[in-house]
C-alpha cells in the first residue's frame, strides 16, 4: 500500500487513516500537532471512486459494500502487521487515527482485532454494517468527535457508532461538534485525550 513512515523518538506509533479523496499525505500534519515526537504510518487508501481515494467501496452515500470492506480490511491489517516488521515498531504501540472513512476502516479494525489494536482517535465515523462481530472491546480506548449538525453523518448514524463501541464494553471518550470538518478544537481535544 502507498504510505509514508516518519521514525520518531518516542511512543506511541500514529497509524493514520485518510478521508474520501486524502492520501498518504493528508493527516501528516494532525500526527504530528497530535504529538511530535510519535513515529508516524500514513496509508492510502487501496479504492478509487472516480479519481478519489478511499479505504473500500461503498454501494451509494451511507451503504458500504461489506464484502469489500471485510476484504479491505483483511488487507490492511496484514499491511500494518508487515510495516510493523518492516520499520521495527511494536503493534502495541499503535494508535489508529482516522478521519470520516479512514475512520470508519479503523472501526473494522477494532471491531474485528481487538486483541492487536486497543486505541483509537476516530473523527467523524459512521458505521451502517449489518454483520457485526461480538467481541468484547474492554481494552479498547477511543476519542471520537460527532457532528450535531454533520452533512454526511446524521446523529442518529453518530449514537449508532457509540452504541456498537460501547455496547461491546469500549471506553468511549466524546465530543459532539458542528460538522463534518475537521477542526483544531477536535485535534487539540484529541491531543489532551492522549496525555
Given at each position: 500500500m502507498h504510505h509514508i513512515f516518519k521514525?520518531?523518538?518516542?511512543?506511541?506509533?500514529?497509524?493514520?487513516?485518510?478521508?474520501?479523496?486524502?492520501?498518504?499525505?493528508?493527516?501528516?500534519?494532525?500526527?504530528?500537532?497530535?504529538?511530535?515526537?510519535a513515529s508516524i504510518l500514513s496509508i492510502r487508501g487501496n479504492v478509487l471512486e472516480g479519481n478519489m481515494p478511499r479505504f473500500f467501496r461503498r454501494v451509494t452515500e451511507?451503504?458500504?459494500?461489506?464484502a469489500d470492506l471485510t476484504l479491505r480490511g483483511n488487507e490492511l491489517r496484514a499491511f500494518i502487521k508487515e510495516a510493523a516488521a518492516n520499520y521495527h515498531f511494536d503493534l502495541r504501540q499503535v494508535i489508529l487515527v482516522g478521519y470520516s472513512n479512514g475512520a470508519n476502516i479503523a472501526m473494522q479494525l477494532l471491531l474485528h482485532e481487538p486483541e492487536l489494536f486497543q486505541k483509537a482517535i476516530l473523527f467523524h465515523p459512521m458505521f451502517p454494517v449489518e454483520n457485526l462481530p461480538i467481541y468484547s472491546l474492554e481494552k479498547t480506548h477511543i476519542f471520537t468527535t460527532l457532528g450535531e449538525q454533520d452533512p454526511i453523518v446524521s446523529i442518529s448514524d453518530s449514537l449508532h457508532v457509540i452504541k456498537v463501541l460501547e455496547e461491546r464494553h469500549a471506553v468511549v471518550t466524546k465530543l459532539w461538534t458542528a460538522n463534518h470538518q475537521l477542526t483544531y478544537q477536535e485535534i487539540l481535544a484529541a491531543k489532551q485525550w492522549l496525555a
Open positions: 521514525q520518531g523518538t518516542q511512543e506511541p506509533v500514529f497509524v493514520l487513516l485518510h478521508g474520501t479523496g486524502g492520501d498518504e499525505n493528508s493527516l501528516l500534519e494532525i500526527g504530528e500537532m497530535l504529538n511530535e515526537k451511507g451503504v458500504y459494500d461489506e
